[in-house]
């Protein structure tokens, strides 16, 4: 628990404190995946943490997380754990479909959920891959998200790249690292497999069926250890939790590079 191995409850601005020795500085468009249960006991908890981002950034810097949401995908590919065939037509027809406003995520964890719900925040349209952002940018990066390639360059992760984004892992590694499906999609080497995703039409749930990338987020730690490799880089520590911060742009084009050259 992390009351056992916290001396001091961490703080807003503790955290402020330690991201500003991390090097993030204000007016920086930050992508921010986290693990709580890395950290120290914080006062206020996910919203602490949030605060102390928007603090950091400033109003002229935007926040992004990914606010993925499986539990929508189509039934017949659920593994963790699997639903009886028998299910399969009933949960398609009466689940609801994606709304930007109301469906939780799924396997996020519970800072990207809190920063779902908090005002000004808003968020990408798309059934599985959506981000929510806050900043001056925010309606920018979100626009436009397309169907398939949905994690490609004219997604929220393509405008990230553009702005010179800084990645933010808090307690996690690579394997919890969407911008590398960046490098997938950039790198023109996966298969495509079928998908199929569910859209209210007049009323009426409507499944759509659409190509796309098998994402694979398990090739990411090999990655991220070749990176860090090659550019002698070194972890940080964030209230408590080891924390990688990385520059979007040079890690996706490293990243492109090594699928490309793995794969030939």
Partial sequence: MAIWRTKKPATKQKIVSDLRKAGIREGDTIIFHA???????????????????????????????PA?????????????????????????AETPPFDPNVTPTR???????TFRTMPDVVRSFHPYHSFCAWGRQKEEIIAN????KSLGDESPLGKLYEL????????????????????????NVFPLIENQAAFRKQGEIVWRKYAEIDYNSELFIELGRTYEKARDFHPTTIIGAPTKIYDMR???????????????
């Avoid at 950290?39 to 935007?62: H, S």
């Avoid at 040079?250 to 030939?264: E, S």
Wanted: hydrophobic share 40%; aromatic share 10%; net charge negative.
């Fill in 145 to 148: 998200q397309p169907l398939a």
């Fill in 68 to 92: 993925q949401t499986g539990q929508l995908s189509d039934p017949a590919k659920w593994e963790n754990p699997p639903v009886p065939e028998s299910w399969w037509k009933t949960i398609r």
């Fill in 250 to 264: 040079d890690l996706v084009d490293f990243g492109t590079n090594y699928f490309q050259t793995k794969n030939h």
């Fill in 35 to 65: 693990s709580m249960s890395k950290a120290y006991w914080i006062c206020g908890g996910p919203v602490a943490i949030i605060y102390a981002l928007q603090e950091a950034v400033g109003t002229d810097g935007n926040i992004v997380m």
């Fill in 107 to 113: 396997g996020m964890g519970v800072i990207a959920e």
């Fill in 164 to 187: 010179s984004a800084k990645i933010i892992l808090f307690g996690i590694d690579n394997d919890n690292n969407t911008s590398l499906h960046l490098a997938e999609e950039r790198s």
